[in-house]
């Protein structure tokens, strides 16, 4: 067995091996490093002797590691001598619904909200998702250094904190799920919508977080935001591969061929509506409903405009933001046309609710190329090309611009 076998049983199960060693120890940060040994050790024994069952194989090893690390910490000689008598102190037959309670309580833990956003999301990735530090690095355009740093400052964050190992009690519960559902969206975004580099999408970083959403929907299946969040994701990612061209240049929605949409993922991510909005839709549902309409046209004229400007309506209720405003504009110019829209776009220039993005002069310069406005067209286009960090979006925005003339 080779590197890319221990790196797929590690991917599978690094969850519930990192949630069981914390419940065995106690301690978040040595479970982690313990279970970072064992994976290493793979890498070098597995060449020579593959075993029968990996899984339980870096469980077993992860948790030696674990105890020689206890031994090693003379303040907890004590506690050792009460976990290391006997190896066999955690039974190899562990109660499935325990496991799922850990992997969950794993979750939380590694988005607690003591931690910033930058360790929430490598730990989150590092901890739960399975993936290297050069990994998630790749995946943020960071050096591999930046991404240790984080995940060490996260871990010692949560000891210092005194951060338990449980599910949160159930009067918190809802408001810290809403950490861990946008830790994940976090991710799918940077996937589906890289803020920098010379990528559009990166899948995979979106499809690692589609797998953490369906894990979470699996631990969680009553959580109506919980299956919103999936169904947003995936159907999203059904866009992808009409997203770009051969040579990775974005391909816009009204370009798009919808033929090449995943009708997978469409099927997968409506059903997971369904799951939500038996029990009521929250933002994540309501963008979820907004991908399904367009998900349902069979271009971007026979949409159905009205109801995604009454669904942004009711997202800018229950999760009022900038970024929703304009969007909400946006599919208003649609439905009505983009004098309307144009307004409300400028009245979020005035208030100065975006400040710095590109996102505001890329829509304005839109709506203005529509009205025939074109001198004052191509300069929003040209300020929003000097705003953006992605490559792949300035181009665009830049040919755009030097096609108003």
Same mark, same amino acid.
């Given at each position: ?67 020689? #690390? ?135 970083? #979106? ?199």
């Amino acid at each position: 067995m080779g590197a890319a076998d221990v790196e797929a049983v590690w991917r599978i199960e690094s969850a519930r091996i990192v949630a069981a060693l914390t419940r065995f120890t106690g301690d978040f940060g040595l479970a982690e490093d313990a279970a970072q040994e064992a994976v290493a050790e793979a890498l070098v024994s597995w060449a020579v002797t593959p075993p029968a069952d990996p899984a339980g194989w870096l469980m077993t090893t992860a948790r030696r590691r674990a105890i020689d #690390a206890i031994r090693r910490r003379a303040a907890l000689k004590d506690r050792y001598a009460l976990m290391a008598a006997d190896e066999e102190a955690v039974p190899e037959d562990v109660d499935p619904d325990r496991i799922d309670d850990d992997v969950l309580a794993l979750m939380f833990v590694s988005c607690h909200p003591v931690l910033s956003r930058e360790s929430r999301v490598a730990l989150t990735l590092r901890v739960v998702g399975g993936l290297t530090s050069e990994e998630i690095a790749r995946a943020f355009l960071v050096s591999v250094p930046t991404v240790q740093a984080r995940i060490t400052r996260g871990k010692k964050t949560i000891a210092a904190a005194g951060v338990p190992f449980e599910l949160p009690p159930a009067a918190e519960r809802r408001e810290r799920l809403g950490g861990v559902l946008s830790v994940l969206y976090v991710i799918f975004t940077e996937g589906s919508t890289a803020t920098s580099g010379d990528r559009l999408v990166r899948p995979d970083v #979106a499809y690692e977080a589609i797998r953490l959403a369906r894990t979470l929907a699996a631990l969680l299946p009553d959580e109506p935001e919980v299956h919103g969040l999936l169904a947003l994701c995936e159907l999203t990612a059904a866009r992808f591969p009409a997203r770009t061209g051969p040579d990775g240049e974005p391909i816009l929605l009204e370009d798009q061929d919808r033929r090449r949409w995943d009708v997978s993922a469409i099927r997968r991510g409506l059903d997971a509506l369904a799951s939500a909005s038996a029990r009521g839709l929250g933002p994540y549902g309501l963008q979820a409903a907004i991908a399904a309409t367009h998900a349902a046209a069979a271009s971007v004229e026979e949409t159905d405009w009205d109801r995604i400007v009454v669904l942004y309506e009711a997202l800018g209720r229950v999760a009022p933001s900038p970024v929703v405003e304009l969007n909400r504009a946006v599919a208003v110019a649609m439905a009505s046309g983009p004098e309307r829209a144009l307004a409300m776009v400028d009245e979020l220039v005035a208030t100065d609710r975006l400040p710095g993005s590109h996102l505001i002069p890329t829509v304005r310069g839109e709506l203005l190329a529509r009205l025939g406005r074109h001198p004052e067209a191509r300069a929003e286009l040209e300020l929003a090309a000097r705003l953006c960090t992605n490559q792949r979006e300035r181009s665009v925005l830049l040919r755009k611009a030097a096609a108003l003339g």
